[in-house]
């Protein structure tokens, strides 16, 4: 298990100060595949909580994928048994998270095992399974949503679960879709995304296109009332039923930690002088962009 560092934030894709809308994907390790850190426990409880209150607003599947989320749910025990020994324990049909004393019996979750999934780590899981117009949201455990609606995309395609996000269409629907199809089983991918939001809440089901200023954000607190939003993304085909896993695991810090790195917030301060208006509106930062910049401008200014 990884503890946050105090230096600064543990993934950075802002760090080479350009801003590129671009698919980005990278070989991934499986060793590397899920990330526990030590904020497990506190988000785990969380799950649990958004869970219990709607559980439809964050797991939510359509008819036919239950053998896939069982194949998920199987992948995962495997992967954690090899690579995070300690996690959880599997005993007598009953999954335990050893942090939490949480206990989940197999045969309770036998239809809707991606739920139980979900519980069992930080990450969000959605799977994809083609379709007329491309993959398809078929299910997903999503606790962690970055200002969308699972009812919104749920049984949708790629292009259309895409449709507002500036510059999508253009210039990464296509070779989204190639990529999909051409997937193997024994390459799996992540990507790093990135944003600003001026809430540090996990769960966030609306607040794109913003544009009122808040005059409450100021550069002098921006450090504090802003946080980096950063998903570390995996994608990876399931052997058996052929359909794609999508993973999101969501690192939220305050913006104040780069005051460790100035070499990070002058590169971040670059990126998002680059990013295209309509990216920057879909992201919600003209409320706070001028505070934002003025703060990363002090900041970055200690590098020298
Ligand atoms: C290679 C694969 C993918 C790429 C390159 C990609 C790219 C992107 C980008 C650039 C954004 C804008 C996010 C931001 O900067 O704030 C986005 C948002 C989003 N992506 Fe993906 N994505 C991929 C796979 C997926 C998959 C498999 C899903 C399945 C659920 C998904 C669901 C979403 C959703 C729901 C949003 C928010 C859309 C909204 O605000 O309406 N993405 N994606």
Do not use: I
């Given at each position: 298990m990884t503890a946050r560092e105090p230096g600064g934030p543990r993934y950075a894709p802002y760090a080479n100060g350009r801003f590129a809308l671009a698919m980005g994907l990278v070989a991934l390790d499986p060793k590397d595949w899920i990330d526990a850190d030590d904020r497990r426990a506190a988000e785990l409880q969380e799950k649990e909580r958004l869970l219990a209150a709607n559980r439809k607003a964050v797991f939510d599947d359509l008819p036919g994928s239950e053998a896939a989320q069982r194949e998920v749910l199987v992948i995962l025990l495997e992967n954690l048994e090899r690579?995070?020994?300690?996690?959880v324990g599997v005993e007598d049909g009953t999954v335990t998270v050893r942090e939490t004393g949480k206990s989940y019996g197999l045969a309770d979750f036998s239809d809707h095992a991606l739920d139980l999934a979900g519980r069992l780590v930080q990450e969000d899981f959605c799977l994809m399974r083609p379709g007329e117009e491309g993959y398809?949201?078929?299910a997903a455990s999503l606790c962690f949503p970055a200002r969308w609606k699972l009812a919104e995309k749920l049984g949708q395609p790629m292009m259309r679960i895409h449709e507002r996000v500036s510059g999508y269409a253009e210039r990464l629907g296509r070779p989204v879709d190639r990529f999909f199809e051409h997937l193997r089983a024994d390459k799996p991918v992540q990507r790093l995304n990135w944003s600003l939001v001026d809430d540090p809440a996990l769960f966030q089901t609306g607040g794109k296109f913003r544009t009122a200023e808040d005059a409450g954000i100021t550069p002098e607190n921006a450090g504090d009332r802003l946080w980096l939003r950063v998903e570390r993304q995996t994608l990876r085909r399931l052997p058996e039923s052929g359909d794609i896993l999508f993973t999101i695991r969501t690192f939220v810090d305050p913006l104040s930690c780069l005051e460790a790195r100035p070499d990070l917030a002058a590169a971040l301060r670059a990126s998002l002088d680059q990013m295209p208006e309509g990216m920057q509106l879909y992201k919600s930062l003209p409320p706070f962009r001028d505070a934002l910049d003025r703060y990363l401008e002090r900041v970055s200014s200690r590098a020298a």
């Open positions: 690579h995070h020994p300690g996690l398809v949201l078929h």
